[in-house]
């Protein structure tokens, strides 16, 4: 799956969770984690050639500037600016599955809460 779209669906299914936790529906809530989930799965997926994708931007951009006999210091700056959207790509991607994960954590134990209270209340009853 395409990065593009792996990105579109979390952020879909993430909207799905706030609306399920603010309207306190536990089955929609439980359907929208697992699809969340198996998003996040596949951005994982990703992650690695991202990083590889960067670094290796930054590495190739380094030797260039050395073989011109740029300074050391100056041929890692340049590395650094040559390869700074790869590594923002890498790191939005890299903070947005942990944030997932967070909000997947925190989606658990909201489920739970709410299990609880329906059951007080058909206790009550």
Do not use: F
């Not at 089955?27 to 994708?53: P, Q, W």
């Not at 290796?56 to 011109?68: G, H, T």
């Amino acid at each position: 799956m395409e990065l593009a779209e792996v990105l579109e669906k979390i952020v879909y299914w993430t909207n799905i969770i706030y609306t399920a936790i603010k309207q306190e529906e536990p089955a929609t809530l439980s359907k929208a984690m697992l699809k969340l989930a198996v998003y996040n799965s596949h951005l994982a997926d990703h992650l690695a050639s991202l990083e590889r994708t960067a670094n290796d931007k930054r590495l190739l951009s380094y030797k260039a500037a050395r073989d011109i006999d740029v300074t050391q210091g100056d041929a890692e700056n340049l590395s650094k600016l040559e390869s700074s959207k790869e590594k923002e790509l890498y790191e939005k991607c890299r903070y947005k599955y942990k944030a997932t994960e967070n909000l997947l954590s925190a989606s658990q134990s909201r489920i739970r809460v709410i299990e609880n209270q329906m059951r007080r209340e058909v206790d009550n009853v």
